[in-house]
């Protein structure tokens, strides 16, 4: 009688456990961290300085930044369970910051600066510390604009308590992409819209190209949605690199030992194709966290991702691994062990042609708004209906004014329930996998070169899913961006004019990322694991970093038990400078720790004003641009001298309205008599700016003399390197205010040019046209 109690107990215990089953391994990784008692956990110190170092990655030495003197930095190695205490030493003349990628971790130590810790100032040094909660493959950057393409990164190794994983040895591997540039120039250059970097990689699709493929039709129909060519990747670089050089060499691995690869993509704008010589390798962790192992080689690691593999050391010779840049502009090599090459397998370069004529045999409407004409009328479903994928039947008008698409609710996150939602059985699962190759989709049979970028081959050793009784809150977001104007947004809003997204505590909340433009985004969400939805259901992987292919969805899933303001971003770093950022909060008082440094100066990062000109030195006549821009307000001041004193000068204000519309108004002067500068006349001017399909700019204006005039130019890339350009112009005077000669109902003016432009290098270029006013001439074009 006396057991009978114990055996109530157990039987009670265990229902308890098994109610309590769905909140598993997922939630334990993202307990609430809380700075507590560490006087029972061995404490490991780093001491780390970042300071600015001359380095040759490329042929060229150039100023870069280095954490104690190398790039990249030190692999900081710890156990699980220990306490980790940092000392970060800024030794620049400027701002930086440290986050830890992947790693869980009390907010405020999370790094970014102005949001969650504040910036290191020059010559301080700040103290970093944690508990490890976790063991894996991690990675440290900075967080302070675009540092991290100059150098400041390093890897994290956490060896577990107890290691279930065979293997002789290991091998950290931090792949990387390099400029000579400086990275705001690099970003400043992206900006003012140009092909120059396509063509210097050998990816540009000029239109003699095109035609030859028999793909105008295809070429067309990218126009008319203003989009050039279906794009990969945008910058060109001139190194891609294994722990900060082109080749390693690795011959100490013996034939026949088992050696751990721990692959981290510390890009800041290059995903990466892995290929292995020698054996199939094994890949047994992803993110850090432990996976089935699956036998793999050819695998795609998208910027700030890692990967685990184990491979084998050939008995003979020396096995290769590659990472091939994803638009095939480079790669770089690690390879280990002594003897012949036993070389990875080559990764072809992708057609960015027959992309475009796949894509234009589908029924789909590229293009959606990066800058919406009212961000504060936020409907996500509504723009996923109207943009990307077009269900038969839909109707959808080519409305390209401002308004469209901005009704509805104001509301980002959806109060809808979805517990009920049964996702535990892929079989039987109500919603198909977000991330199900496209070719395998109704209608989709010739859309299949993005259906080899799922994660359907990560399976979770553990399961994931949550437990059916709890509440869950529905997020969709919109991935969006311009590549005219290179700024990128969540439907339409950059992260300078939206708010937070709240995230309810102690409920599921599901995020179903939809990427609408033609470029890879690789999205980080800050201090949290989640769920990466696949064919694994139950089993499905978790993440802190998931890459959303062009034109698809993935679904991603986490609990929220967390404290603080978390960021949210596309890891390509251009893209989180352009806007493509949200901060996550969990609606908890502010640290006051962080009173002193507000949050505004992180977002006026996403929101600086760049600038840029341009000069047309001829011998027929001069024209200067000048620009300076940020994502609503533009200004602009333009000049022309031609060889017969005719001198126009105008100075201009512009305002986005949204995308491919802005207001202006601004001066005009110019001389009145030709072939002298004695009598110059100044006026008003007025209008609106348009950015319309096939790619024509289109000047619509008035002056104060209510004269009427109508602007319209374009450029085309007919052979690699060659441009032609031409421009007309019309202007009315009806006599509103100017008087006419009699007999006159109105006068008339027409100014016109054509020409071409051959590049030279990315900041000069041979130029010719003819101007109605000056005739013909040649000379030099000047980028600046």
């Not at 540039?181 to 063509?199: A, D």
């Not at 901005?406 to 892929?426: C, F, I, L, R, T």
């Not at 720790?593 to 990062?605: A, D, G, Q, T």
């Amino acid at each position: 009688m006396k057991k009978f109690p114990n055996i109530i107990l157990a039987i009670f215990a265990f229902a308890l456990s098994f109610l309590l089953s769905g909140l598993t391994n997922a939630q334990n990784l993202t307990e609430k961290s809380v700075e507590g008692n560490t006087d029972n956990l061995p404490v490991r110190e780093y001491a780390i300085s970042i300071n600015e170092l001359a380095v040759n990655k490329a042929g060229k030495e150039v100023m870069g930044m280095a954490i104690n003197g190398s790039v990249p930095g030190p692999t900081l190695t710890f156990t699980e369970g220990e306490y980790a205490v940092i000392y970060v030493k800024n030794e620049m003349d400027e701002e930086t910051s440290i986050h830890w990628h992947g790693l869980l971790l009390p907010n405020f130590y999370d790094g970014v600066p102005y949001l969650t810790t504040p910036p290191i100032a020059p010559g301080e040094t700040q103290k970093y510390e944690f508990p490890l909660k976790q063991a894996g493959t991690y990675w440290y950057h900075s967080h302070t604009m675009l540092q991290e393409q100059s150098g400041v990164f390093g890897s994290i190794v956490i060896h577990p308590k107890e290691e279930t994983l065979a293997y002789d040895k290991e091998l950290v591997i931090m792949l990387s992409d390099w400029t000579n540039e400086k990275p705001m120039n690099v970003l400043r250059f992206l900006k003012r819209g140009t092909e120059w970097y396509n063509w210097r990689k050998g990816t540009a699709t000029p239109l003699n190209q095109v035609i030859a493929r028999g793909a105008l039709a295809a070429q067309l129909n990218f126009w008319r949605q203003r989009m050039e060519s279906a794009d990969i990747a945008d910058i060109y670089y001139p190194a891609f690199l294994v722990n900060g050089e082109q080749i390693q060499e690795y011959p100490n691995f013996k034939p026949g030992e088992k050696v751990r690869l721990r692959i981290i993509n510390g890009a800041a704008s290059t995903s990466f194709w892995m290929t292995f010589g020698g054996e199939e390798p094994t890949l047994v962790a992803a993110d850090g966290l432990n996976v089935e192992p699956v036998k793999r080689n050819k695998t795609f690691i998208a910027i700030a991702e890692t990967y685990d593999f184990i491979v084998s050391i050939p008995k003979s010779g020396k096995m290769e691994f590659r990472a091939t840049a994803q638009d095939g502009s480079g790669t770089a090599s690690a390879f280990l062990g002594q003897g012949e090459v036993l070389a990875a397998e080559d990764v072809p370069r992708p057609d960015k042609i027959g992309m475009m004529m796949q894509m234009a045999k589908m029924d789909m409407r590229m293009g959606a708004p990066a800058l919406k004409f009212n961000p504060k009328k936020d409907d996500p479903q509504k723009m996923m209906e109207n943009w990307g994928m077009q269900m038969k039947g839909d109707k959808n008008p080519d409305n390209d004014m401002p308004g469209m698409n901005m009704a509805g609710n104001k509301e980002e996150v959806s109060q809808m329930d979805h517990s009920s939602m049964d996702m535990s059985d892929d079989k039987n699962s109500k919603m198909d996998p977000p991330s199900a190759p496209m070719a395998e989709m109704p209608g989709m049979e010739n859309m299949d070169m993005f259906s080899e970028y799922n994660y359907n081959y990560l399976k979770s050793p553990e399961k994931t899913v949550y437990g059916k009784d709890v509440p869950v809150n529905e997020i969709l977001l919109n991935l969006t961006g311009n590549m005219n104007r290179y700024i990128w947004s969540m439907n339409g809003i950059p992260l300078s004019e939206t708010d937070k997204i709240k995230i309810k505590e102690r409920q599921i909340t599901r995020i179903t990322l939809n990427n609408l433009t033609m470029m890879h985004h690789p999205m980080h969400l800050h201090g949290h694991f989640f769920r990466v939805i696949n064919e694994s259901g139950d089993y499905s992987p978790l993440k802190h970093t998931v890459n959303v292919p062009p034109m698809q969805k993935v679904t991603i899933e986490f609990y929220g038990n967390e404290y603080g303001d978390w960021f949210f971003h596309c890891h390509i770093l251009y893209h989180m400078m352009g806007g493509m950022a949200r901060v996550v909060s969990y609606d908890t008082p502010e640290d006051p720790r962080m009173k002193p440094f507000p949050i505004s100066k992180l977002i006026h990062e996403t929101n600086r004003f760049y600038s840029w000109g341009m000069a047309d030195v001829a011998s027929h006549n001069t024209t200067v641009n000048l620009t300076t821009s940020n994502i609503r307000n533009q200004f602009n001041l333009s000049m022309e001298y031609g060889w017969n004193q005719n001198l126009e000068a105008e100075f201009s204000y512009e305002y986005y309205l949204y995308d491919y519309l802005r207001v202006f108004g601004g001066i005009n002067v110019e001389n009145t008599t030709r072939n002298s500068l004695d009598d110059m006349k100044t006026i008003a001017v007025a209008g609106i700016r348009w950015f319309t399909p096939y790619m024509f700019n289109v000047d619509l204006r008035i002056d104060n003399e209510l004269r009427p005039r109508i602007g319209i130019g374009r450029s085309l890339m007919i052979f690699p390197k060659l441009s032609i350009f031409g421009y007309y112009e019309y202007q009315i005077d009806a006599g509103l205010v100017n008087g006419l000669e009699a007999g006159q109902n109105y006068k008339e003016e027409i100014v016109w040019s054509a020409g071409a432009q051959y590049m030279l290098s990315k900041n000069f270029s041979l130029m010719t046209s003819y101007d109605n006013r000056f005739g013909a001439g040649g000379g030099l074009s000047v980028m600046f």
